[in-house]
Nanobody
Framework: QLQLVESGGGLVQAGGSLRLSCVAS????????IGWFRQAPGEAREGVAC????????YYADSAKGRFTISRDDAKNTMYLQMNSLKPEDTGAYYC???????????????????WGQGTQVTVSS
């Protein structure tokens, strides 16, 4: 079964940090663009941080620049999102996604995503 499974969400105070993980099973992440998306209540899902399938280039939403870092460990078939200096507006459900042969920017702002995780909730209290 091809799937992505997130973990690492939770409740954290403003200024704190969390690291999200997303493990792929049934396929290898090598050759896939990977990304993290956030969906706040009542809002559309938006790309937060994405990484290209072709090289190490990354794309970050303006809200994430300087605070979030996306990474991958192909040996563990896992992607990560390190989130620092968290703000209440970072609250939402976080989803990982993967798509073959794509740049990070296109994954984050485009409409094609081959695989989605089930989501993990991040709540930042003020």
């Amino acid at each position: 079964q091809l799937q992505l499974v997130e973990s690492g969400g939770g409740l954290v105070q403003a200024g704190g940090s969390l690291r999200l993980s997303c493990v792929a099973s049934g396929f290898t992440l090598r050759g896939y663009a990977i990304g993290w998306f956030r969906q706040a209540p009542g809002e559309a899902r938006e790309g937060v941080a994405c990484s290209s399938s072709y090289d190490s280039t990354t794309y970050y939403a303006d809200s994430a620049k300087g605070r979030f870092t996306i990474s991958r460990d192909d040996a563990k078939n896992t992607m990560y999102l390190q989130m620092n200096s968290l703000k209440p507006e970072d609250t939402g459900a976080y989803y990982c996604a993967a798509t073959q042969l794509m740049t990070g920017q296109k994954l984050c702002v485009g409409s094609i995503r081959n695989y989605w995780g089930q989501g993990t909730q991040v709540t930042v209290s003020s």
